[in-house]
């Protein structure tokens, strides 16, 4: 079983920052790989950065050079930086684990972008 906890969204006005935060307890050493999704208004839920044990990185083509995903393996937690946030990124942003053939998700944090 793993728990992760997502923390840091907010409102925030375009062109603004923000820092998310999730934290994985429970079963951390099946962790190899963790994710940031978010799922917007009427839209479907969609990666946005992911990262693997190995060091390997993906962001999704709409917020590359914008966001920032990075983890601290001490403390069991991945983060994603935001930054030049627009209109379009308002939504809920959720924190996810692929474990054991099973893939473990975060309660979601809101972040509402404003023009």
Known sequence: QVRLVESGGG?????GSLKLS???S???SEINA?????QGPGKPRESVALTSNS???NYADSVKGRF???????????????DSLKVEDTAVYYCAAPV????????????TVSS
Not at 11 to 15: D, E, N, S
Not at 68 to 82: E, F, G, H
């Open 11 to 15: 409102l925030v006005q375009a062109g």
């Open 26 to 28: 429970g079963s951390v």
């Open 55 to 57: 060091g390997f990185i």
């Open 68 to 82: 920032t995903i990075s983890r601290d393996n001490a403390k069991n937690t991945i983060y994603l930086q935001m």
């Open 22 to 24: 999730c934290t994985a």
């Open 34 to 38: 963790m994710g940031w999704y978010r």
């Open 100 to 111: 054991a053939g099973r893939s473990y998700w975060g309660q979601g944090t809101q972040v």
